[in-house]
């Protein structure tokens, strides 16, 4: 018998358990609860104000990687216009941050056998080459492993060129990211241990074009700092390919450099509980983006997913028995300062999340959701699994276990539900950390189907707790 | 009880029913499939075509309406493209088609209260103003039934602008084109009934932006013949909001024609079955596009998604049991021809077409399959959609009643299963009969789940039949 044939089955007695066991009040409660998530996606797909933020949001505050002045643009939108909406109270929360900058526009060559420009970002927190030009032979690895096998006699003075591609084969890209992404992380210090003097990286996404992609970079305490650089799939094809006939050099030149402490701030607005206002039920995203682009699936549209679930409750004159907090994390992309600080303040206050949900999937068609979070509250939130899931999946909804946000996981030791919205991910690769996450790649009714899909999902949190 | 939720327990029921029935052998039977289900997969993302051929198609033939040059092109394209798959046999089946010309650019002004250019095109199949300028007040109606209502003294010598936007809150946007394409199918005559000059129609989409949407529109015979023009949703949203004013006139001027019938062809390609050679499974899409733009989504995608079907299962070795026949139906969009014909002549030949599997709603994410047909072929097909189900739905594929395509409808008095690839439909009328529906509206990925998700239907009815 396969898994998913066990699965199938598992879920389908506990359907039919939890279906028999329903009586006609709860039934009632069904229908009530069908017709409100039904007012909660007609009012989004009608006036959802979500799309305007967004391109709002993107266009006059743009590239805000936290510590820059976009990212102190972008506290002062969201708090503006969390001001505007209705929460009972709006504040920021302090949070210190490490500041990276790019620099002037990296410019990176392969010399030797041909010229030619590639396409390059620097990677997040890597040093550059001070304006000077960086040139050497390149070396092709598939993975941190093979640099260790190569060890200092082949990699010494080399420029190691990590280029193993993000698995097209798994269904769900954020899987294929995740066997990849370690070269980007971790490769410059696997590198530098063994003598190379930089690393390119093949970009992170399955498609074949001239898009760079950034992302965060680690240095590892101890081992010298080289500068790190993304190069398109194209281009590193091409690498690849020239490789095959003999030698090939690279030049590089960029001043990136890590810029020290700054102080930034997270954006927080709540409506309080009517009921229950102990048990604070969080909906969010991240403020910060990388510096190229505008932020736009990359987690703009988290923020507005968030702000709408709030207007649209007080829109349709819902009253929440629980706290609903809508948290603009700072720093999620480069050290998750915000997300830290936040749960480290709520601890010290001695706050109880029952659920938080996070939206940093992008604003693509709503799948699902993912849960996360301790047997304590996953064992009883499974019984409300057979009343929910039938609201939700008219609407292409469906429930699984996994991850759930980076900014909320530090949240995890309050024992409430850790929640992820996963919209469709064949896109996201698409346009992750580039200069063309920008509006026009994100689709009004896709992000407002997002929108609604969590406005729903607090609904029925907040109306039956997780008891 | 709501509806959701009765229709839950009757799956669940159904599904664990099956579950509880399966034997040890069909359990080994499920491993199988759900291996070769991921090899199509594997194959599909890593090494599929579809992407490059849509490609290729889109820019080199383009623009298809049947009947004209552009048509016969795609007719030697494809035919051309089937011969070098490997299909056992590719033949071209004549028909006869209405063609239609567009003509000059079309010429559309609102001329008072403002002078401003409309974004226009002329609906298929409707006569033009013959090249001179017809210029009269419009008058905002939001169905047919309203133009009845006003009758002849408020309607005649007027130009009815038919204003009912696709109904947002549609999930499903296919229901939303339901709901409002009367007005652009019907709208010319029964405004000329009442002695309208000319007809505007709002465009098909929920967007709000520049693009006019064309499609069929269908006189009524013994009625006068008016020009009927489409408008974008921007221009539309300007000329109601003008007219709350005051009057408001609009000028046409075009010369779109019908110009009598033509002979064009479908392209079919098959593999004889190895064992049950005359089960026909049938897999196709339509060839013809509209006059605009390169029909990428509508339907270059259902073609180049059954030829990857063959492809695939010729690439992976797999040896059809039944007979598998590619077909690419000509004049789907304007008249159903070649569906007609191809239907007409399987029945003159006695055959029969255990299933047929039509691609018609764009490129995107599929979201799984609608079925139709009569309950003698529907009723033993349920029985199998236990075991397929779970096999298909870690894709993210589901199974719903429905409608299957235009093309394959007429093949229904064969008894066969007649089925629809249901991709999301979110972004689908963003493109659909407009100038911007090419290859960059296409993301390769979305395409090629689109492809995998139908080869792997097709490969379990080949196994496993439907009885």
């Known amino acids: 018998m396969n898994s998913y044939f066990l699965r199938s089955i598992l879920c389908s007695a506990l359907c039919l358990l939890g279906t028999m066991l329903i009586s ?44 820059s002045i976009g ?8 708090e503006s216009k969390m001001k505007t909406i209705g929460f009972d109270s709006v504040w920021t929360q302090e949070c210190k941050v490490n500041y990276w900058e790019r620099g002037e526009k990296e410019e990176v060559y392969m010399t030797s056998p041909n010229t030619q420009r590639l396409n390059a970002l620097s990677l997040g927190n890597m040093i550059g080459t001070d304006g000077k030009v960086l040139e050497a032979e390149i070396i092709e690895v598939k993975g941190l492993d093979e640099v260790e096998a190569l060890g200092t006699e082949k990699v010494k003075g080399k420029i190691v060129f990590y280029n193993r591609p993000m698995d097209p084969t798994k269904i769900r890209t954020f899987n294929a990211y995740g066997g990849a992404v370690d070269q980007r992380v971790y490769g410059a210090s696997a ?24 992302g965060t970079s680690i240095y590892k305490e101890g081992v010298k700092q080289i500068p790190a650089i993304s190069i398109s799939t194209n281009d590193a094809n091409l690498l690849s390919k020239t490789l095959v006939q003999g030698k090939v050099s690279v030049s590089i030149k960029n001043n990136s450099k890590p810029m020290g402490e700054k102080t930034s701030h997270s954006v927080i607005g709540e409506i309080r509980g009517s009921e229950f206002p102990h048990e604070i039920i969080l909906v969010g995203g991240h403020l910060d983006s990388w510096d190229v682009g505008a932020g736009a699936h ?12 709030i207007r649209t409750m007080l829109e349709l004159g819902y009253k929440p028995k629980r706290t609903i907090r809508c948290v603009m994390f700072q720093n999620e992309e480069n050290g998750l300062a915000g997300g830290r600080e936040y749960a480290r303040l709520s601890d010290e206050k001695g706050e109880f999340h029952l659920a938080a949900l996070e939206s940093d999937a992008g604003g693509f068609v709503p799948r699902g959701f993912s849960f996360d ?7 009883p939130f499974y019984k409300h699994v057979s009343q929910w899931l039938p609201l939700l999946e008219s609407y292409g909804l469906q429930f699984s276990t996994g991850g759930s946000g980076a900014d909320i996981g530090p949240l995890k030791s309050q024992k409430g539900l850790l929640i992820g919205l996963r919209p469709d991910s064949q896109r996201y690769f698409d346009y992750h950390h580039t200069d063309i996450d920008r509006i026009d790649a994100v689709n009004k009714r896709e992000l407002e189907l997002g929108a609604a899909a969590m406005t729903s999902l607090i609904y029925l949190i907040d109306k039956y707790g997780l008891e």
Not at 30 to 35: F, P
Not at 298 to 309: E, R, T
């Open 24 to 67: 006609q009040d709860d039934s009632n409660q069904q229908d009530i609860d069908a017709k409100f998530i039904k007012d909660i996606h007609n009012q989004i797909l009608t006036n959802g104000e979500c799309y305007d933020w967004l391109t709002d949001f993107t266009t006059n505050v743009g590239a805000r990687l936290a510590g």
């Open 71 to 78: 990212s102190e643009k972008a506290v002062v939108f969201m």
């Open 191 to 214: 590198a530098a241990a063994y003598g190379a003097v930089a690393v390119l990286v093949r970009s992170m996404t399955t498609r074949q074009d001239d898009v760079p992609h950034t």
């Open 298 to 309: 990359d987690d703009g549209a988290g923020c507005v997913h968030s702000l709408q679930v």
């Open 373 to 379: 979070g301790h047997a304590d509250v996953l064992k």
